[in-house]
């Protein structure tokens, strides 16, 4: 680990204080996790502080930890992550807060602080169901508005619940349910003692 990585969160600790659960460093890149309760203050404090400096937020994006780690998961099931970008210092650090909330995924919504995080949060929304307090526009962007459920959820079924057609007769777009035989897919896995040699 590079002395200016270890040294930079170092400081973050520092400055973050008790709103910091954790830092850790790994593959060269620095991951901080915060607390929910105060997880818009810190992420205030990552943009405003003269040391830190993140003027871009580059990318949000929702997880569903339900089944990681083969089920040996024990956290919170639902947590949002945050790539940051200090221009000013040169840095970058990614930020994960989990959802208190397993039944109702609830986290402060960061529009306010960079406004670039309103159709990331939405999509967090539209595909995992995590609500973001305080967006001034959240609904869903990439499915329907229709749509039943949230379709990056472990739990979402593979065929979904409802298909859409064109029906000629009617000459529109219905949906009716799936007609689709659910059926867990297990990939073939070839095994060839001798692949990949003599190149």
């Given at each position: 680990?590079?002395?200016?990585?270890?040294?930079?969160?170092?400081?973050?600790?520092?400055?973050?204080?008790?709103?910091?659960?954790?830092?850790?460093?790994?593959?060269?890149?620095?991951?901080?996790?915060?607390?929910?309760?105060?997880?818009?203050?810190?992420?205030?404090?990552?943009?405003?502080?003269?040391?830190?400096?993140?003027?871009?937020?580059?990318?949000?994006?929702?997880?569903?930890?339900?089944?990681y780690g083969d089920g040996a998961w024990e956290g919170a099931r639902f947590a949002v992550v945050v790539q940051l970008?200090?221009?000013?210092?040169?840095?970058?650090?990614?930020?994960?807060?989990?959802?208190?909330?397993?039944?109702?995924?609830?986290?402060?919504?960061?529009?306010?602080?960079?406004?670039?995080?309103?159709?990331?949060?939405?999509?967090?929304?539209?595909?995992?169901?995590i609500v973001f307090e305080g967006h001034p526009d959240l609904r869903r962007i990439l499915t329907d508005y229709g749509?039943?459920?949230?379709?990056?959820?472990?739990d979402f079924p593979l065929s979904g619940n409802v298909e859409m057609r064109y029906d000629p007769t009617q000459q529109?777009?219905?949906?009716?349910?799936?007609?689709?035989?659910?059926?867990?897919?297990?990939?073939?896995?070839?095994?060839?003692?001798?692949?990949?040699?003599?190149?």
């Amino acid at each position: 680990m590079p002395a200016t990585l270890e040294s930079f969160s170092i400081g973050l600790k520092n400055i973050l204080g008790e709103s910091l659960v954790q830092a850790v460093v790994r593959l060269g890149e620095l991951t901080l996790i915060v607390k929910p309760q105060t997880y818009a203050a810190a992420m205030r404090t990552l943009r405003d502080h003269p040391d830190c400096r993140f003027e871009q937020l580059i990318d949000l994006c929702g997880m569903d930890y339900s089944d990681y780690g083969d089920g040996a998961w024990e956290g919170a099931r639902f947590a949002v992550v945050v790539q940051l970008l200090s221009l000013t210092n040169n840095q970058r650090v990614r930020v994960r807060v989990f959802c208190p909330d397993d039944d109702l995924p609830v986290v402060a919504s960061m529009v306010e602080i960079w406004p670039s995080a309103s159709w990331f949060e939405r999509e967090a929304f539209d595909l995992y169901g995590i609500v973001f307090e305080g967006h001034p526009d959240l609904r869903r962007i990439l499915t329907d508005y229709g749509f039943i459920g949230h379709p990056f959820r472990k739990d979402f079924p593979l065929s979904g619940n409802v298909e859409m057609r064109y029906d000629p007769t009617q000459q529109r777009v219905i949906y009716q349910p799936v007609s689709i035989e659910p059926r867990e897919v297990t990939p073939r896995i070839v095994r060839d003692a001798s692949y990949g040699e003599g190149r």
